[in-house]
């Protein structure tokens, strides 16, 4: 029952949605990207400023399913190498337990202060949190920014809320990964 619920998700939220061409599929990333990003810059003042200066910043479109004890995320994202002018396209897969139920879309952008902390991203691609979560949006789409934390050493990243509507307390592990077929 538990893999039937989670294949669900996946298979809901399109992560096996491979019909598109890879032209599009870029181009639906960079869209996301771009979208995340104004509303980034609009309620976070200085926050093109520091992107800017950054080594290197990656953007992920997320759907966060959370069903009892059972908790999903997955995306894709571009990540913007600074040092190199590269974009590098990503996916990214969480799962975890905890108490809760919803579903949430939201936009990850991870900032990386450090070439350290970029070329750990690059190379690992590893996080786990502990994550507490209460997020209520109404039926309107209504928008929301949640604050920005530090994911790792010298990485800032925010985390902005599109639609849905979760209560959570979930511990996840979240892996990144270059995508193969679209890079």
Same mark, same amino acid.
């Given at each position: 029952? &538990?893999?039937?619920?989670?294949?669900?998700?996946?298979?809901?939220?399109?992560?096996?949605?491979?019909? %598109?061409?890879?032209? @599009?599929?870029?181009? /639906?990333?960079?869209?996301?990207?771009?979208?995340?990003?104004? %509303?980034? =810059?609009?309620? %976070?003042?200085?926050? #093109?400023?520091?992107?800017?200066?950054?080594? #290197? =910043?990656? *953007?992920?479109?997320?759907?966060? *399913?959370?069903?009892?004890?059972?908790?999903?995320?997955?995306?894709?994202? !571009?990540?913007?190498?600074?040092?190199?002018?590269?974009?590098? =396209?990503?996916?990214?897969?969480?799962?975890?337990? #905890?108490?809760? &139920?919803?579903?949430?879309?939201?936009?990850?952008? $991870? !900032?990386?202060?450090?070439?350290?902390? &970029?070329?750990? $991203? &690059?190379? /690992?691609?590893?996080?786990?949190? @502990? +994550?507490?979560?209460?997020?209520? /949006?109404?039926?309107? +789409?209504?928008?929301?920014?949640?604050?920005? =934390?530090?994911?790792?050493?010298?990485?800032?990243?925010?985390?902005?809320?599109? @639609?849905? !509507?979760?209560?959570?307390?979930?511990?996840?592990?979240? %892996?990144?990964?270059?995508? /193969?077929?679209?890079?």
């Amino acid at each position: 029952m &538990l893999c039937l619920v989670a294949s669900a998700s996946l298979v809901h939220a399109g992560l096996f949605d491979r019909d %598109k061409g890879v032209d @599009a599929q870029r181009a /639906e990333i960079q869209e996301a990207r771009e979208e995340a990003l104004t %509303k980034l =810059y609009a309620e %976070k003042s200085g926050s #093109g400023k520091m992107l800017a200066e950054s080594k #290197g =910043y990656a *953007v992920f479109s997320n759907i966060g *399913v959370n069903l009892f004890l059972i908790s999903t995320q997955h995306g894709s994202g !571009v990540l913007r190498d600074n040092r190199s002018a590269e974009d590098v =396209y990503l996916k990214m897969l969480s799962g975890g337990g #905890g108490i809760g &139920l919803g579903v949430k879309n939201f936009a990850a952008i $991870f !900032v990386f202060h450090t070439d350290a902390a &970029l070329d750990l $991203f &690059l190379s /690992e691609g590893w996080d786990f949190s @502990a +994550q507490a979560d209460a997020n209520m /949006e109404t039926d309107t +789409q209504g928008d929301g920014m949640e604050t920005a =934390y530090t994911a790792m050493p010298g990485t800032t990243l925010y985390q902005l809320t599109d @639609a849905g !509507v979760a209560a959570q307390v979930t511990l996840q592990g979240t %892996k990144f990964w270059r995508d /193969e077929d679209l890079n």
